[in-house]
């Protein structure tokens, strides 16, 4: 991203998006970004799967329920990734995408997130871990 992209809006709506340099929208189309996050599996911070972390604006706008998931370890993947895997394009289809992402979209990926801390296994894991390398490199 550009210096200061955060100034300009802090989800990505689009393919298109200014605040992202050309050599950052080929690193974010392959999931490379996610790479470093291996770091943190590594020193213990983030587990491979579970819930991905927020910034911090948002965080701010959870319900306490919707907060049971900063309980847990966070994810470089979930469910809720997969799901919504193009979620650029979806806000970018939307007149209100800020909107869109607040009142649809987060809540959404809160309550998957939520399941899958009540629901979570080993065999989970493995599960979500497939289907996200399968959308990474779908042909």
């Known amino acids: 991203m550009f210096l200061n992209a955060d100034k300009h809006g802090l989800i990505t709506i689009g393919n298109n998006d200014q605040r992202i340099t050309k050599t950052g929208a080929f690193i974010r189309k392959y ?8 770091i943190n599996v590594l020193k213990g911070e983030m587990s491979i799967v579970g819930p991905r972390p927020e910034v911090e604006y948002y965080v701010e706008m959870y ?22 895997i193009n979620e650029n394009e979806l806000l970018a289809k939307s007149t209100q995408p ?18 899958y801390i009540d629901n979570g296994s080993f065999l989970l894991d493995l599960k979500i871990i497939w289907f996200t390398l399968r959308k990474i490199f779908k042909p």
């Open 31 to 38: 999931k490379l970004d996610e790479i470093p996050q291996l």
């Open 63 to 84: 319900t306490n329920e919707q907060r049971k998931v900063l309980t847990v370890k966070p994810g470089i993947t979930d469910w809720a990734s997969i799901k919504y």
């Open 98 to 115: 800020e909107k869109l992402y607040v009142e649809v979209v987060m809540p959404d990926k809160l309550k998957i997130n939520s399941e």
